[in-house]
T-cell receptor, first 113, second 111 residues
Framework: DAGITQSPRYKITETGRQVTLMCHQT?????MFWYRQDLGHGLRLIYY???????DKGEVPDGYVVSRSKTENFPLTLESATRSQTSVYFC????????????FGPGTRLLVL | KQEVTQIPAALSVPEGENLVLNCSFT??????LQWFRQDPGKGLTSLLL?????REQTSGRLNASLDKSSGRSTLYIAASQPGDSATYLC??????????FGDGTTLTVKP
């Protein structure tokens, strides 16, 4: 039971480059989420998806793009990375929008130089 | 816009002490509230999930309460242990499926 995985776990890139962070879950959960966590702070929602082909903006969506062609995958793309996007990115999933818990991946540490 | 505040930001206690972590939120129209634990460099692990219709949930030495009308939740940890040292985050969930997190309380339990 692999659960929810993220790749890569660590990434260093340069300003202006495109970066894609991958998220994969094995539970067929409907809902998936992308958060960023900056040093000393809680998590802020970037984008979320209620089902395949359905995505919506969260609190801080600017500079990010998501897609969800398959239920199990929810990639996050930084179209042109900026230093302010240096952060730890967490993917999460939940069975649906109801009363169940969110399950989190291990995170991707991204450094933009 | 929902805002979630956790007080204190950091807490240091001797082993064996009982302690309370606080979480407050501005919009009481929530679906449920969840407490998470995060160890340094790791992801989040769910501790307790309280539905909006519930007053409290218990798991082992942990007890979480919810007062939706006043916009408050507490996480009570009994007989703290060094292994409880971590950052504790609360998240408020709406019926639209979105979550708003507090900044967390970093707990250190000294042997």
């Amino acid at each position: 039971d692999a659960g929810i995985t993220q790749s890569p776990r660590y990434k260093i890139t340069e300003t202006g480059r495109q970066v894609t962070l991958m998220c994969h879950q094995t539970w067929s959960h409907s809902y998936m989420f992308w958060y960023r966590q900056d040093l000393g702070h809680g998590l802020r929602l970037i984008y979320y998806s209620a089902a395949a082909d359905i995505t919506d903006k969260g609190e801080v969506p600017d500079g990010y793009v998501v897609s969800r062609s398959k239920t199990e995958n929810f990639p996050l793309t930084l179209e042109s990375a900026t230093r302010s996007q240096t952060s730890v990115y967490f993917c999460a999933s939940r069975v649906d929008r109801s009363q169940e818990t969110q399950y989190f991946g291990p995170g991707t540490r991204l450094l933009v130089l | 816009k929902q805002e979630v505040t956790q007080i204190p930001a950091a807490l240091s206690v001797p082993e064996g002490e009982n302690l309370v972590l606080n979480c407050s939120f501005t919009d009481s129209a929530i679906y449920n509230l969840q407490w998470f634990r995060q160890d340094p460099g790791k992801g989040l692990t769910s501790l307790l999930l309280i539905q909006s219709s519930q007053r409290e949930q218990t798991s082992g030495r942990l007890n979480a309460s919810l007062d939706k009308s006043s916009g408050r939740s507490t996480l009570y940890i009994a007989a703290s242990q060094p292994g409880d040292s971590a950052t504790y985050l609360c998240a408020v969930n709406t019926n639209a499926g979105k979550s708003t997190f507090g900044d967390g309380t970093t707990l250190t339990v000294k042997p």
